[in-house]
């Protein structure tokens, strides 16, 4: 699928390190999503943007930094990030209607910080 | 708060048999109702929603789910099994005009030839 996509699909990070994770939707949304999904446990919601705004930080550590410059695109910057941190990040985008709140996901970018 | 419950953590069918996935949401009004499947090493795929009319809906795939107001119940079948259809599958609920989906832990579906 091409509707939503994310970059890069693996990334291994030392806890000093600083990299970007890149989600592109093709959907014409105005709604993205991060999510984390950890092993054994239910998807965390972790930022909401609507029309590029944030209007969800849902008690996001600061060492995670969202960022959206237009409604396609939608980065998480990461830096000194800790071993817990590994996991799979799942970026989502869906509209901002009634009736267009269905969210489509994008592959993810499975991170393990050593 | 809403809250939503996959009391089956993993289900192991047969190639061709039936498959039933359950799924209880805890809100106050009618929310809106969503299947997602995951394979391995990938995203959440749709496979179908519910956000009113019909309390059947069909999806991908072959699947079909059925709202049940009364049990506060959306359940996952399909009628015959693949072995392509193993994989974990979610259950999620959307509050109305609340731009957050809450997710159950999920049901790892393994099927067996």
């Known amino acids: 699928e091409t509707g939503v996509t994310q970059t890069p699909r693996h990334l291994v990070m030392g806890m000093t390190n600083k990299k970007s994770l890149k989600c592109e939707q093709h959907l014409g949304h105005n709604a993205m999503y991060w999510y984390k999904q950890s092993a054994k446990k239910p998807l965390e919601l972790m930022f909401v943007?609507?029309?590029?705004?944030?209007?969800e930080n849902n008690s996001v550590p600061s060492r995670f930094s969202p960022e959206c410059p237009n409604s396609s695109h939608l980065f998480l910057h990461l830096h000194t990030l800790q071993p817990e941190d590994s996991a799979l990040y799942l970026c989502?985008?869906?509209?901002?209607?009634?009736?267009?709140?269905?969210?489509?996901f994008g592959p993810g970018t499975r991170l393990l910080v050593l | 708060a809403q809250s939503v419950t996959q009391p089956d953590i993993h289900i192991t069918v047969s190639e061709g048999a039936s498959l039933e996935l359950r799924c209880n949401y805890s809100y106050g009004a009618t929310p809106y109702l969503f299947w997602y499947v995951q394979s391995p090493g990938q995203g959440l795929q749709l496979l179908l929603k519910?956000?009113?009319?019909?309390?059947l809906v069909q999806g991908i795939k072959g699947f079909e789910a059925e709202f049940k107001r009364s049990q506060s119940s959306f359940n996952l079948r399909k009628p015959s099994v693949h072995w392509s259809d193993a994989a974990e599958y979610f259950c999620?609920?959307?509050?109305?005009?609340?731009?957050?989906?809450?997710f159950g832990a999920g049901t790892t579906v393994t099927v067996r030839a």
């Open positions: 519910y956000f009113s009319g019909d309390t």
């Open positions: 943007y609507n029309f590029k705004e944030q209007t």
């Open positions: 989502a985008s869906s509209g901002s209607g009634a009736g267009e709140e269905t969210q489509y």
């Open positions: 999620a609920v959307h509050r109305y005009n609340d731009y957050k989906l809450s």
